[in-house]
């Protein structure tokens, strides 16, 4: 599998099905086709899969995209974990919804989690590729949620509008919870990751190919193809990899790629954070809008994009957008428009 964003030959992410890493979906159109796989064919997908149901899992496991995975909540269930009001998904595997509460009690009534005495904290879900919230309050830029009072965008990062492979690997636990704000300086953006298994790169040039954060951005509307930082308002790409222990550090680099190749240079420590969590770890960047800009203002747009890895073992196995709009006349590497090289396949985003 190449990576969405490497263009250059030695730069590539691979995954070689030979050498059993590649979890990539096995096509059928009857059960007979994988009866020798012991698998069954899921005719939603059309696919082999380990599962198609509950019942065809072991004690403690559900089955999520024909994969039995571990459950780690009760389903549909709402708790409090690290300061925040949770809610479980439908199978158990994961989150639908993350609520932080700053400066306030989590707290349980009856069935419900809540955050205590803060009636001004907006709730509700968020679509980020529709718009973005105004960010208020003073963000302190140190991978926690807590000061980050805005809806979010919750999903499966195998449920993402593009994948990479696809369609995405069977059984990916990767669920993403992001929230993004606009204010007249910057971009605030809050990333929390479900991921039972991080694994990062631990070469700096090379990021894309563990786990990470990637965010794409523009103070403008107006884009037009290759970008640097000093075209089609200062659009950049930062990518963020988590710590790779409690005690180990986040690495970031701001990074830009054409048909030659890319360079990249580090992302200012203090625009940055990340940190490991107990399911799997979280990112929190301020991303100023580039200077000599007209500050944007509500309803405005600006080009934005969120892309995530999922690695294990050292072994990228998904990469996953919520844009990736196919651009005819790219000048990316092999004529493939992706967002890395070509900010036209960015969304854009409406400011709230």
């Not at 001004?120 to 973005?132: F, K, N, P």
């Not at 930082?229 to 963020?240: E, K, L, R, S, Y």
């Not at 960047?285 to 309803?299: H, N, T, V």
Request: charge should be negative; charged fraction near 20%; aromatic fraction near 6%.
């Amino acid at each position: 599998m190449a990576s969405l964003l490497s263009a250059c030959e030695g730069s590539r992410s691979t995954i070689d099905p030979s050498e059993g890493d590649s979890i990539a979906a096995i096509g059928c159109t009857t059960e007979q086709d994988c009866d020798g796989l012991g698998l069954k064919c899921d005719t939603r997908r059309w696919v082999c899969a380990s599962c198609l149901s509950d019942a065809d899992c072991g004690p403690g496991q559900s089955c999520s995209l024909g994969a039995c995975l571990p459950r780690v909540c009760e389903p549909e269930s709402q708790f409090c974990l690290e300061g925040a009001a949770v809610e479980c998904n439908q199978r158990g595997t994961g989150f639908v919804s993350r609520q932080p509460c700053p400066d306030q009690d989590c707290r349980i009534d009856g069935d419900a989690s809540y955050c205590a005495g803060e009636p001004s904290c907006r709730r509700g879900r968020s679509v980020l590729c529709q718009a973005l919230p105004e960010f208020s309050g003073e963000q302190v830029v140190d991978g926690s949620d807590q000061d980050f009072c805005v809806p979010a965008m919750t999903y499966a990062l195998s449920d993402a509008a593009w994948t990479n492979p696809e369609p995405a690997p069977l059984g990916s636990p990767v669920i993403v919870t992001a929230r993004v704000g606009w204010s007249e300086q910057a971009l605030h953006a809050q990333v929390y990751v479900f991921d039972p298994s991080v694994s990062v790169d631990p070469d700096d040039g090379r990021l894309w190919n563990g786990d990470n954060v990637q965010i794409f951005f523009a103070g403008t509307d107006e884009l037009t193809g290759a970008y640097d930082g000093q075209v089609d308002g200062g659009a950049t790409h930062v990518i963020v990899s988590p710590p790779e222990s409690e005690d180990g550090s986040a690495r970031a680099v701001v990074l830009y790629e054409d048909a030659s190749g890319t360079v990249s240079s580090p992302l200012d420590d203090g625009d940055y954070a990340a940190r490991l969590t107990e399911d799997g770890y979280e990112v929190e960047l301020r991303l100023p809008f580039a200077d000599g800009l007209e500050p944007p203002k509500a309803g405005s747009r600006l080009g934005f994009d969120l892309v995530l890895g999922d690695a294990t073992d050292g072994v990228l196995l998904l990469e996953g957008a919520i844009a990736n709009q196919p651009v005819v006349d790219t000048s990316c590497a092999n004529g493939i428009s992706r967002p890395g090289c070509d900010d036209r396949s960015w969304c854009l985003t409406t400011l709230e």
